[in-house]
């Protein structure tokens, strides 16, 4: 649990501050961005697991950063933040390939269940594509060169 | 409070409408009655006067022709005495006398008979007066009838002094020329012609060459007197003319004239202009009070139907305005519903950083119960906590407090206002929505803007509205900028909010205040923003304009007076 790498995207700064701290409390290292274009700069910069993406903000709006994360990195789950009057953009999130969405206001322990079981996704799935490449390369062996030259 | 303030514009709206109304309906059949009326006595007038005419001339060609059958009868009578007789037989008193009396009987107008010898000399007399012996060559008729054998004279006074006028014959017996002469009683003559009467004032009478009048005129006029109109009379020589003259005395009259071949005398029938015009003048006074009955009838009839129409405008205008009114409470209601999804988002926010210090504060308590120590630090934690927690609050606060202002049912109530605050607080309620589409808002309201005296909430409607609008057409634009300008004058202030948004198409612009209309999608908008602002704009004495360019902007811009005389 505690190697969950979280990103945090929100233009309300002090949500962003409160809520790091008590994330980091509970044993997740976080980080926090502003806005879309900060996030997609900590994404390229830094190993990220899950993303808590705001669906209203100034600038690029979640939709758009949302798009960019999953064209870039497919395998970060992203949950979108969404308020009461949105439900529709919570599912014009989930179509584009978010993992699960939550309703604002919303308690701590919601918001930490959701992002082990995004966690958890992506492990699994990051486990499915490293078995699928371990049995890959047992079965071929002379394939891993031709792969890692492609890659 | 303006009850009595609406009833009284109400009256004098209804007096007005009733006035416009009534001058509209009454103007035009009166011009077409005139037009009629006036064809009508046009054609009466010449027809009348037409008849009058042809009724004169006729009279004058029958008199005409009973005259001259008069004189050529009176002359046959005397060629017949003169043919029949010597002029030896005729000189002698007794033969004279003997036909006279048989002349007599044939027609009573002869008064005297008289033989003349070639000299002149009256050689036999038969008649009241004592003639014979006197010579007559020198005497105009004479001379006269010596040349023409026939002669009628004019009428003189003669040796007897009075008024006659005599028929004369020549005849010539073994080439020696005697005469024969006839005097004609004036009086019997007079009568012939005298009595003729047309109309009122339609009277004959015959003057000779000169103008010297033959027989009496009845309206003034003795014998042997000269005519003061002749001059104006027409004549032609072989037919009657008919012709409007007028009189010595300046009095319009009718006249006819033909002229007498045997004598050259003219006659003349003539009649007053008013009396042949009489007719006419009743017409017309017939006329003149169907007019004026008619007209009183028209006018009051359009005063009742004037009444009722204006009494109709009056109430469907009173609905209207009361559907006005309705419609800026639709509005509003449309706005509130879509604002409100708005407001909760925007109250979400809060929520969630409440949540967030609540289970941050939660946590430390935690702690602590759990054995840390409650130092310096936590309790600074705690307390930075629970101060967001009241900033988040009073956050809240502002946006439903925002919201009830908006959806408060507000009766037009007067302030004072500082525009530039009222602006201020506007754009408050709309900037972190225009943040989050990263719209910038410029206020550029003179701050010196003179206060002025209007509605605050139904100004922050109208403005929320445009402000609304603006980010709408800006949200799509990567640099929208919206200003808000102001201006004043004497008596208006201006406020103007442009934007540099996608504008508005030249098609839509002409519908953009028509209730319903929207260009927003299907479910977007009501159609019944800018209806209501421009509702209430107007209800405050102020009035609102756009212009627009597509891909460039719209401008809308809001003149309010400085002072609002609230109209209803």
């Known amino acids: ?151 | 409070m303006n009850d009595t303030g609406s009833e009284n514009i109400g009256a004098e709206k209804f007096s007005r409408i009733r006035r416009i109304i009534l001058t509209r309906v009454l103007l035009a059949p009166f011009i077409i009655l005139m037009i009629v009326c006036s064809t009508l006595v046009y054609y009466f007038a010449t027809n009348l006067f037409d008849r009058v005419a042809s009724e004169l001339t006729r009279v004058a060609d029958d008199h005409r022709y009973l005259i001259e059958q008069f004189f050529s009868e009176r002359t046959e009578d005397l060629q017949f005495i003169a043919g029949s007789n010597s002029f030896q037989s005729l000189r002698r008193q007794e033969r004279l006398s003997e036909i006279f009396h048989v002349l007599q009987s044939t027609s009573p107008a002869f008064l005297d008979l008289g033989v003349f010898d070639k000299e002149g000399n009256h050689v036999a007399y038969e008649g009241p007066y004592r003639l014979e012996g006197k010579n007559y060559s020198q005497a105009e008729w004479f001379k006269a009838v010596c040349e023409k054998s026939i002669y009628i004279s004019d009428v003189f006074m003669g040796f007897r002094n009075t008024p006659h006028f005599i028929i004369a014959v020549k005849k010539i017996e073994d080439g020696v020329s005697w005469y024969l002469r006839a005097t004609i009683d004036t009086q019997f003559f007079n009568n012939l012609v005298e009595n003729i009467r047309v109309g009122k004032t339609g009277e004959a009478y015959l003057i000779n060459k000169d103008g010297v009048f033959q027989t009496r005129k009845r309206s003034g006029g003795l014998l042997m007197e000269v005519d003061p109109n002749f001059k104006g009379y027409q004549s032609a020589p072989h037919r009657i003319m008919s012709f409007t003259g007028r009189d010595h005395q300046g009095g319009r009259c009718l006249c006819a004239t033909g002229r007498l071949k045997s004598t050259g005398w003219f006659m003349v029938v003539r009649q007053d202009y008013f009396d042949a015009a009489s007719p006419l003048i009743r017409a017309v006074m017939v006329a003149i009070g169907l007019v004026f009955i008619g007209g009183a009838g028209v006018v009051l009839i359009a005063f009742f139907l004037a009444s009722g129409l204006a009494n109709r405008l009056t109430l469907a205008d009173a609905e209207k305005r009361e559907m006005g009114s309705q419609l800026i409470m639709a509005g509003k209601l449309a706005e509130v519903g879509e604002m409100s999804a708005g407001m909760a988002h925007e109250i979400n926010n809060p929520l969630q950083v409440m949540i967030s210090e609540i289970t941050m504060i939660n946590d430390l308590f935690e702690d602590c119960r759990a054995g840390d120590p409650m130092d310096t630090e936590t309790l600074g934690l705690m307390s930075e906590s629970v101060d967001q927690i009241g900033l988040q609050i009073k956050r809240c606060s502002n946006i439903t407090q925002g919201l009830l202002k908006f959806a408060r049912k507000t009766e037009p109530v007067v302030r004072s206002i500082v525009p530039h605050e009222m602006i201020g607080e506007i754009v408050a309620m709309v900037e972190h929505q225009a943040h989050l589409e990263d719209i910038t808002i410029r206020q550029e309201v003179d701050p010196g803007l003179p206060e002025i005296e209007s509605d605050p909430a139904q100004l922050q409607q109208v403005f929320l509205n445009l402000l609304n609008n603006a980010i709408y057409a800006v949200k799509d634009k990567d640099d929208g900028e919206i200003r808000i300008t102001s201006d004043v004058d004497d008596e208006f202030i201006l406020l103007a909010i442009a934007d540099n948004g996608c504008g508005i198409d030249p098609d839509q612009l002409k519908r953009i205040f028509v209730p319903f209309f929207t260009s927003k999608p299907v479910g977007k908008g009501t159609g019944l923003g800018l209806s209501t602002c421009y509702g209430i704009v107007e209800g405050l004495g102020g009035n609102i304009t756009v212009t627009s360019e597509l891909n460039v902007g719209s401008v809308f811009k809001v003149h309010l007076p400085r002072a609002v005389s609230l109209k209803k």
Not at chain 1, 17 to 41: D, F, N, P, Q, Y
Not at chain 1, 112 to 126: F, H, I, P, S, T
């Open chain 1, 1 to 151: 649990m505690s190697n969950v790498q979280l990103l945090i995207v929100d233009d309300e700064e002090r949500f962003l501050k409160t809520t790091k701290a008590l994330m980091e409390k509970r044993g997740i290292s976080t980080k926090t961005a502003a806005s879309g274009v900060e996030a997609l700069r900590i994404l390229d910069e830094t190993n990220v697991d899950v993303v808590i993406l705001d669906v209203k903000m100034p600038g690029m709006d979640g939709e758009v950063t949302l798009k960019r994360i999953k064209q870039t990195y497919p395998l970060i789950e992203v949950i979108m933040l969404t308020g009461h009057g949105s439900v529709d953009s919570a599912v014009v999130g989930l179509k584009m390939g978010a993992f699960d969405y939550v309703l604002k206001p919303c308690d701590i322990p919601e918001i930490l269940e959701k992002v082990e079981n995004a966690y958890v996704k992506k492990q699994a799935m990051e486990n499915k594509i490293r078995k699928v490449q371990v049995d890959r390369m047992i079965s071929h062996p002379m394939a891993v060169f031709d792969k890692n030259g492609k890659d």
